[in-house]
């Protein structure tokens, strides 16, 4: 097996691409060791020191460091780890995939539907390439809720993504968006 592993914008976090799926669908962030409870592929990658966080895409695995751990200790220990697990037969995920997002219905809902569909066909492939992914947490008073995960939560250029990128392109396609927030899930 043969895993390539990519820089992300984020300095703290690599991209691991295992030449595999990953996910079938969907993503999972796991921002805690604890929260990597329901994943034995994350729970082995928490446990190379120094890891922070963890991130599942289709194709990819992203991993976040902390500022103490060098990508020369770190990065061989990682790569060990996903191949042992795809190897091993084990699954990527136990049990149940993380709940769908809650429909928005009211007199906002055309308006969530056109947000989310721009997030899907033109925001989530981009911020795949970089090793994360952007979730819809909400629209209110013109006021757009994004959630930033894997490579793109924390990253420096991350405000400037939303503020710059997304927000420019969702107040051209649809006038009743005035701004883009994030959230901490």
């Known amino acids: 097996m043969f895993i390539q592993t990519e820089t992300t914008p ?31 592929l994350a729970t082995r990658i928490f446990a190379v020191p120094g890891v922070t966080g963890v991130f599942f895409g289709s194709d990819f ?61 033109r925001v989530r492939p981009a911020v795949a390439q970089d090793g994360g992914d952007i979730t819809f947490h909400g629209f209110e008073r013109g006021v757009v809720y994004l959630h930033m995960q894997g490579a793109c939560a924390g990253c420096p250029s991350s405000t400037l993504t939303l503020k710059m990128g997304i927000e420019n392109l969702l107040r051209h396609y649809i006038p009743e968006v005035s701004e883009v927030r994030p959230v901490n899930a």
């Open 61 to 121: 695995v992203t991993v976040t460091k902390n500022d103490a751990t060098s990508w020369d200790h770190a990065k061989p220990a990682i790569l060990g780890a996903i191949m042992e697990h795809f190897q091993s037969g084990a699954p990527v995920m136990e049990g149940e995939a993380g709940p769908a997002h809650a429909e928005h219905d009211g007199e906002d809902g055309a308006i969530v539907a056109q947000i989310k569909e721009l997030l899907d066909t």
């Open 10 to 40: 984020n300095p703290a976090t690599l991209k691991f691409l295992p030449g595999q799926t990953v996910l079938e669908t969907g993503t999972a962030d796991f921002p805690s060791a604890e929260a990597a409870a329901k994943s034995p």
